[in-house]
């Protein structure tokens, strides 16, 4: 079984300019996440998507980050403008439903270095 | 605000030797547990979970302890080995909610040397 795919795995750019990552959850997986990992703490929930409908983005910082998952499989999450305190490992993770016993299952993630 | 704290970020255990790794929680309202490991460049993978209705659950070589009333858990590694090393996450959820999302804390290196 394939699991969740993530590009590009690292990206640098200069603050204010614009970033955006792709996510393909594995077949099946009705729920994905996007979490933010900065160095030194623990990955921080983003967005939840349940199929192609937002579940949580509480966490969203929405006037510079934005997500989407057209069709309900794959997504992506851009940044626009990116700021210094943006750098860190953008991790996707997916699992068969919202069910706790349905395990997260997460990508090898994109770290993002802003300067 | 931090609601799931792990207090050392390091730990090294010579091979087996036992390993425990700790976590402690604020939230009262959480009822799931989970460790999560994560080598370099890799994601975090799951490893196992409790719920708050049990006090321990034990999977091979892992067994996690879930102290209620001091809002604590650990995880003990018996026995430890070089593969083992990696970043220990802990997280807590509530089940049952009305979505399964993860509360992370900051991680502990384990390191086990041979």
């Known amino acids: 079984e394939a699991g969740v795919a993530q590009s590009p795995r690292y990206k640098i750019i200069e603050k204010r300019q614009s970033v955006a990552f792709w996510c393909n959850p594995i077949?099946?997986?009705?729920?994905l996440y996007w979490y933010q990992q900065i160095l030194g703490q623990g990955p921080k929930l983003l967005i939840q998507f349940q199929n192609n409908g937002v579940v949580d983005d509480s966490q969203l910082p929405k006037d510079r980050f934005s997500a989407e998952r057209l069709k309900g499989v794959d997504s992506t999450l851009k940044i626009q403008p990116a700021k210094l305190e943006d750098s860190a490992v953008y991790l996707c993770a997916s699992s068969l439903s919202r069910n706790m016993d349905n395990e997260q299952f997460f990508g090898p993630g994109t770290r993002l270095t802003v300067l | 605000d931090q609601q799931v704290k792990q207090n050392s970020p390091s730990l090294s255990v010579q091979e087996g030797r036992i390993s425990i790794l700790n976590c402690d929680y604020t939230n009262s309202m959480f009822d799931y547990f989970l460790w999560y490991k994560k080598y370099p460049a890799e994601g975090p993978t799951f490893l196992i979970s409790i719920s708050s209705i049990k006090d321990k659950n034990e999977d091979g070589r892992f067994t996690v302890f879930l102290n209620k009333s001091a809002k604590h858990l650990s995880l003990h590694i018996v026995p430890s080995q070089p593969g083992d090393s990696a970043v220990y996450f802990c997280?807590?959820?509530?089940?049952?909610?009305?979505?399964?999302?993860?509360?992370f804390g900051t991680g502990t290196l384990l390191a086990v040397q041979p």
């Open positions: 077949s099946g997986h009705a729920t």
């Open positions: 997280a807590a959820s509530k089940y049952g909610g009305a979505t399964n999302k993860l509360i």
